[in-house]
């Protein structure tokens, strides 16, 4: 029986998952009420420099479900993929200061390494039925909802927008906290 292995170093990236999903979430709230913060405002230095520290959250996260042994080999390819569109979009906050045509290009990219990647990494959590509990089915759900979260930010009003960042990050801190829950009940492992 294969099981999920919940080292320290996995507790880490869950914390850190946890830690960027609270960010976002906090962040996303707090620009409805605060116009410096507001979707389409000025880049500010240290609001990017938090969104890429909450990026950087978001890659321990996949690389705590990588390390955990949820997944299986094929599943890595899009821990890789999801990570690398999580530094793409830390890279495009950074760029955001000085270029926002660039970083508009970036977080397209990171929108697509993120979709493909959460959705790969996720059907092999599924698929391999190590990860039990609730937990297992929100890397999918993340590539699912990113999905739909890009055309609300393309076609929706901000304030919808701006909901649809707070879920987000809400999903990526459950993400994190089921992580970290998840090594108390493991299954058999499928083949």
């Known amino acids: 029986m294969q099981t999920m292995s919940l080292t320290p170093q996995v507790r880490l990236g869950a914390l850190l998952c946890m ?4 960010g976002l979430f906090i962040l996303a709230v707090a620009s409805l009420g605060v116009p410096e913060l ?3 405002a000025a880049p500010l ?11 950087v959250g978001q890659m321990a996260g996949m690389a705590a479900v990588g390390l955990s042994g949820a997944i299986g080999r094929a599943g890595m390819a899009g821990v890789w993929l999801a990570g690398a569109g999580a530094a793409t ?10 270029s926002r045509p660039g970083s508009e290009t970036a977080f397209g990219v ?3 390494l993120t979709v493909v990647g959460l959705s790969i990494a ?5 698929h391999q ?6 937990g297992r089915f929100l890397p999918v759900a993340l590539g699912v909802y990113n999905v739909l ?7 929706g009003p901000v304030p919808l927008a701006v909901a649809a960042l707070a879920l987000n990050g809400l999903l990526w801190a459950l993400l994190g906290w089921s992580l970290h829950q998840a090594g108390s009940v493991v299954r058999p492992a499928l083949v």
């Open 122 to 126: 996720g059907g092999s959590v599924l």
């Open 110 to 112: 990171g929108s697509l």
């Open 38 to 40: 507001a979707l389409g």
């Open 89 to 98: 979009f830390a890279v495009a906050e950074l760029t955001a200061l000085a």
């Open 45 to 55: 230095m240290w609001v990017q420099v938090f969104l890429a520290a909450c990026h």
């Open 19 to 22: 830690a960027g999903g609270a």
């Open 149 to 155: 979260m890009l055309l609300v930010l393309l076609v």
């Open 129 to 134: 039925g190590r990860w039990n509990g609730p």
